[in-house]
């Protein structure tokens, strides 16, 4: 931590401020410019419990704390050189794997979710994705068939063999939601639901956290980092698109996040190119840049029907649009040294 | 409800698309431009319960639906034309009546909160806000002292008789705060928490609901719609800043967006001027341009030691600025035609 | 400056780096944490000629470099702690005036303009306000009438004594608006367009520079200080609004930047709520809140027919509104410390 | 363009609106629902030259005006099915051939032009970029060494066979650049600097235009109408990155962009990673992305010794780097269906 003085702080005010820094337990080192006065904090915590960053600059002598160091550790690159690697029923998350999660964004019957967990399998799927708590801007739209759409998944899982991902979104559906679904999905509204991020941080089993749609890079990290603080380190990154001003598509889908999460994280780092284009003309795009970027992975929108589904129509593919990325993603992955991952084992 | 075709709809999907709206009962008018075909729905309902406009949009031979209703109606201007009053304890909130929250982000202990509480009384404040449960970007920070905050905050209520104000965030928690405060906060991070917004909704205390940083105002309604939909009418809309590209302030102070709540609902509207600004610098005057703007009122971090508030401390203010911008406030208010509340009878 | 060195930097590389700016004439610092090593360089002019805070920040051992001075310095509040105020024809803009500009968006005819400014300076506006040249997002549209509209706006400062503000956007239309008008308008689009800032830098007459709709705070500091740094210290600074994900709203009213550019810089600062909303509905409340929260004065859009304006319609006031705003405000400026300014002395 | 009434308008008010409309020669198609009246105007032009939309949208009695056709049409895809393709001196632009540009952000001598001009080639590059004009926040770092950089360009194209493309930033200099150089840059500020557009529209040489970094893709499609509108058909597309919220990188890629421009316009997209990250680390990852995503090309910025960079030595590769990069391109290329453009036939 540095401290930058400001060029009004007296010598009373700079000799209180270090004299509580040495009684903290700090080591410090004063730098006096021309103009300003640094003052230069050794020791100071990564993980910063006594929030001094903010106290310090609350301080009237004190223009600004400049951290040193990232307010993220158990994540970060440094903490695991190598990448974190996820096993979820014999499917492969990371690493040189290539993953593709694909279904439905709401599960609506019996039926349209075992028609299209049988697609996507025989196009190459590993997982299966579908939403049974579902949130809605409007609170007159359909939020989904909770419970009943969970077993509706499993029941899927059960005749395909593909694992099932699906949405939490209360504190309170977090022990029900884990008797069904192998893999926890964290939304992006739910980012930053710190509750939530603790509980799923103790259940076992991995989470998918979305980045929230108006969530920095290193937000995103410091999310990630209240689920493995907690001691479930199978956490998996998804850009998914984020607002900004742009109205041609739904979000923005910030290409840079892919790389730059790898280069600050050991997690593995999916995108979800159906929520972050909104536009099925789009989807194919932006999943082949995604994974040449070196995404471990997609999770993407389909319907037997889109012009038939409940929510999130105009994403989603249809079955033949999904046939046709599937062929197109694997020659772009091995292009960037992946490969498909194995399918599951679950019988 | 419009629906523009694409130029390049045949026959047979546009005659399909005008039958399948007949079967749902909706008048059908038929536009045939030189290079668009537009087709008038008439007698789609404001509330979009079947999700129609995303399922039409999903059409191949739709290029957009257009809504012409907005997609809420319990919190809007027509529905109620004369604006909500909400009287919390005999302090009135909204109509002519300038209402101030004021005290610290957090409560930290027994001393301070009830020092604070007798200081922004004294000053003219009329409700107390303080955080027992705290959320906080980095899992090692402070979390709040829980329960035991929520008794301080009574405690307080009860030495000085000013209603109490504090923040909710996990749906689990909504019936231990309901015992203790008087009106429930929502936070930015949980505008779109709909699970804690139907909770709430369904409490029967006032609630206010922040705006969500990288939400619209007209998502913002939609929030407000969650929790009147649920019964309960008593809501206050609150401004505190959203997430844009400018890093000299924590958050930009929406204005535009205190007149554009008041045109679109009849729902009190507040302004957050510490967190839209987080610099103590720049609260007094945007306070002041708050209250000019129209808004119903203000809620303000103040703290008896900025520099030793465990969090907020760079944006809140002392008590002596405090009493400064009190003193500032009350004549900006009478110029638009609102007088100071009158203070609470809780005795 | 301070140079944050990679926790992988070797020996090597750090003593070169101090060799480097040993060899430039600056002082070290060094600071060896736990963590990281820290150079403090002292004696860094904060107008970084060199570009050394880039060049540093480009070696491969280096994590990152923060300035620490600003990198302005003639616009600055420390430069000159008593704010600019500038005389035209005798109307004051700064210090405890309140100065209001007012006027059609595009000058469209002899009649239009002159009726405008009569019906301005009545209601006691004090400069008029009027394109000549017309920034276009189509075009096909109209882009305004040229010189014969300046000749126009001349005119009309003859027929009332008002003097005149009007957009600049080529340089090489700077020689013939500085024959006509006494105040160059630099538009949001070419807040970045350097070549027209010094340009502008070197005409003798006031200039207002809008705030580029992506701009921070510091940046428009930064073209302010071009314009400066060429000799014209005469500028006044203009808040319009920045793009967000909003869209309700034109743009959103950035309403910290009031006392955010007051605390910066002793340059005057106004605001255009017209631009800043693009509703007219919203253009009294967002007014009134900018002259409470300091702004110097306000540059407005009306029309003598809203609904018949070439551009810029739905934004502009009637007669009517426009007195009823003037109206208002004056009272405002009252409570805040403020008169309104004293008309031009033309004659 | 569709006029959705108020609720509030009057018989009188609506039936002036028609009468208005059909004095302008339009059809008209009135449409009453339940709660609002819409009218369909038939025959509005793409090319709303008189305002119309603004104008009505200007009535008390009108509550918003929708448009149905884009405001752009000669860049429109539909006007112009299959796609632009542009000859540089033999080098291929859009189609089905990967275009590379490479080069300093800065010509900064003879040597180090001519050098990085020599390395560029021999990794395969089609076309040296390199600034003699340059846009600097700071108005005292390096602006660009002027008509003595273009001169250093045309001797590095003679030397090594690489068309030049340098960026214009003023009316003024249309000329000279036009002299020198083989295709204008207009960067991202001057997007929408509209008299600059109009000028290079005027001359006969390709022009790529950046994206405005706070510009939809729909301006940055209006923007490139303005080019074409002057005659001028040779237009290539940039993504650069848009400013958000985001900090870790200097832009927000957005990739949508890439595909988005490809399906509402005809003319080629390219992709600039060295501005869209501001790192160096993060270039390779977007350019694969990029690429694979459908990008026609890239400009990147390299630089014989990044560290010693007058600008942008932080995201400039190193003559390593950049080789490295273009040897992991091309099989991405491949994968998407296009090679690796022909080299240029200058001698």
């Not at 540095?2 to 337990?25: F, N, V, Y």
């Not at 196009?123 to 509706?152: D, N, Q, V, W």
């Not at 923005?252 to 999916?270: C, G, K, M, R, Y």
Request: negative net charge; aromatic residues 6%; contains cysteine.
């Amino acid at each position: 931590m540095i401290i930058i003085l400001q060029p009004s702080a007296t010598r009373e005010e700079r000799e209180s401020l270090l004299a509580d820094l040495k009684t903290k337990g700090y080591g410090v080192h004063l730098s006096e410019g021309v103009e300003r006065t640094i003052v230069g904090v050794i020791g100071t915590p990564e993980r910063d419990k006594e929030n001094l960053i903010e106290r310090y600059e609350a301080l009237p002598c004190v223009e600004r704390v400049v951290p040193i160091l990232k307010p993220y550790k158990l994540v970060g690159r440094a903490f695991k050189p190598e990448g974190t690697v996820i096993n979820v029923r014999g499917v492969q998350i990371g690493g040189s794997a290539l993953c593709i999660m694909a279904g439905p964004c709401t599960v609506e019957s019996a039926e349209m979710i075992v028609e299209t967990a049988r697609h996507v399998k025989k196009c190459g799927a590993h997982i299966l994705r579908g939403g049974a708590y579902k949130p809605s801007t409007s609170p007159y739209s359909f939020h989904g068939m909770g419970e009943a759409g969970l077993k509706l998944l499993a029941e899927a899982r059960d005749e395909t063999g593909l694992p099932v991902i699906t949405e939490v979104m209360d504190t309170r559906d977090v022990e029900t939601v884990a008797q069904y679904a192998d893999i926890f999905q964290i939304g992006t509204r739910n980012m930053a639901n710190y509750s939530l991020l603790r509980e799923v941080g103790q259940a076992r089993k991995p989470v998918m956290l979305k980045r929230g749609w108006a969530s920095t890079i290193e937000e995103w990290m410091q999310a990630a980092e209240y689920i493995v603080s907690q001691g479930n380190y199978e956490v998996i990154l998804c850009e998914r698109g984020i607002r900004t001003f742009e109205t041609y598509t739904r979000n923005t889908f910030d290409l840079n996040a892919i790389p730059a999460a790898q280069e600050l994280s050991h997690l593995p780092v999916f995108a979800d190119p159906s929520h972050a284009t909104g536009k099925r003309s789009l989807v194919k795009a932006v999943s082949m840049g995604a994974v040449a970027a070196g995404a471990h992975g997609l999770i993407l929108e389909t319907h037997p029907s889109p012009e038939m589904a409940i929510k999130d129509g105009p994403q989603s593919l249809s079955p033949a649009q999904f046939e046709e990325l599937m062929l197109a993603i694997a020659p772009v992955a091995e292009v960037v040294g992946k490969q498909m991952a194995q399918p599951a084992q679950v019988f």
